[in-house]
């Protein structure tokens, strides 16, 4: 697949097919994205792959947990609320509409909401789940570094067929995947990502997020 193709045809897909990722195909994708720059080449990103039985007992533990603690849902790294003001804030409503228009949840409906956010710790039925972290020592700079290795491997799994979404939702309710997946206590828990073949006849997966236009966010120097 061109490089041209894979960028449009990567979508973050929130339904999957059963269907198993076989584990040379993970660990391809993985090496793959490893080509991934870094700064200095520290190579940052760590990830935990989870499937089979104990991908089944992160998703009992987490969820379980979610229902008891709903309000423990802060990461565990430090997160400013920037993304609560404008231009942002507008852009993450359009896209909750959309979705939520799609998987046909009705504005306001908090139970409903909370259940279809849930499906972010069933990683959204995908086989597969990677759940990133990053040694607590490290900057923003090295968060760079993982969020290039996430989108590398990302475009890869798009061209071999397989479809992911990346998924911020797996730094809430820590605990209890720090728990289960036994991260080192100098490693926080910063993104999961779902990895599987898509759904094709879910709706949800007909999504296509909106983009600004370049001009909303380039200023020009000397050209
Ligand atoms: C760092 C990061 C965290 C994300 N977290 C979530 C998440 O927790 N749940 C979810 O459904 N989508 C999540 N997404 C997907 C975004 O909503 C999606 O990338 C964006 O709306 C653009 O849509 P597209 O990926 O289909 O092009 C995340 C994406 C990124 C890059």
């Known amino acids: 697949m061109l490089l041209s193709d894979a960028l449009r045809a990567r979508m ?3 339904a999957f097919k059963p269907d ?8 391809a994708l993985l090496q793959e994205a490893t080509r991934a720059p870094s700064g200095t080449n520290i190579q940052p990103w ?6 089979g039985e104990m991908r089944d007992r992160l998703v009992a533990e987490v969820l379980a947990y979610r229902d008891a603690y709903p309000e423990d849902d802060k990461s565990e790294f430090p997160r ?6 404008e231009p942002y804030v507008g852009r993450a409503r359009t896209l909750g509409k959309a979705m939520y ?3 046909g949840i009705p504005k306001g ?13 069933k990683f959204f039925d995908a086989p597969v789940g990677l759940i990133f972290t990053i040694d607590k020592d490290l900057g923003p700079m090295s968060y ?4 290039l290795y996430i989108q590398t491997l990302m475009l890869c799994a798009t061209a071999r067929g397989l479809g992911t979404c990346a998924q911020g939702a797996w730094n809430q309710y820590h605990t209890a995947t720090r728990r289960v997946l036994n991260v080192p206590d100098g490693d926080y828990i ?3 990502v779902s990895l599987g073949y898509p759904d094709e006849t879910a709706p949800v997966n007909t999504l296509v997020a909106d983009r600004e236009p370049v001009e909303s966010f380039t200023t020009w120097h000397g050209i």
Not at 80 to 85: A, E, F, H, I, T
Not at 109 to 121: I, L, S, T, V
Not at 144 to 147: A, E, S, T
């Open 12 to 14: 973050s897909v929130r």
């Open 20 to 27: 198993p990722v076989p584990r040379e195909t993970i660990e």
């Open 46 to 51: 760590k990830v935990h792959v989870v499937a």
């Open 80 to 85: 400013p609320p920037g993304q609560r003001k």
């Open 101 to 103: 228009g799609l998987i």
């Open 109 to 121: 409906d908090k139970a409903a909401n909370f259940a279809q956010w849930g499906r972010n710790y």
């Open 144 to 147: 760079l570094d993982v969020g």
């Open 190 to 192: 910063i993104c999961g």
